[in-house]
């Protein structure tokens, strides 16, 4: 079923790689942003505003002037947008640290990985994943993996859960995904 071509030392060198660089630009960002007390601060504030907001949503439900509950909701996420940006705008240094770092060792790394198919995919990706599937791949075998897809969706994987399990992102009620006003389940 799989090509005994694929050397899987060199698919678990690079899941080790992006966990290695997920864990040390999170510690950069530790040392620059989530240990300072501005963060600390900004971040309290935007987790108790969101809890007022979310107080606020509920009692319109129940309120019969909803007209000034429904300004107060208004105020408040405006209040919170603030310092969404706020706490956005304070994380932009350490993110251009990050990203410098990250530019450089994926760029070593795919020196070294150059035309090398490091895992074989059980599906054909769709167009706009392709390019970075097969990206520096030869021939047409879709189903081939380079190890840019493997190294971001593995950092992508490891700093997110990172950055979840020490508490470094603000726990809001809110999703980015969710629409304004829609019914929570």
Known sequence: MYDTDIAWVDTFSIILAACFTAGLAETISWFLIYRTDDY?????????????????REKIVV????????KKVTKSESMLKNMNQQL?????KSTMIVALFM?????????????????????VPFSLLQSMTHRNLP???????SMIFI???????VRTNIQKYFGFSPRTPFSM???PGAPKY
Do not use: R
Request: charged share 25%; glycine share 2%.
């Open 88 to 92: 956005s705008s304070s994380k932009m």
């Open 103 to 123: 530019i450089a060792f994926i760029s070593t790394l795919s020196s070294t990985y150059q035309g090398v198919v490091v895992a074989k995919l059980p599906f």
């Open 139 to 145: 021939g047409i075998d879709m189903t081939d993996c």
């Open 177 to 179: 995904w969710d629409q």
């Open 63 to 70: 309120a019969s002037k909803q007209k000034a509950q429904e």
């Open 40 to 56: 600390k601060s900004l971040k309290k504030n935007i987790e108790s505003l969101s809890k007022q907001v979310e107080k606020e």
């Open 151 to 157: 190294y971001v969706l593995t950092s992508y994987l």
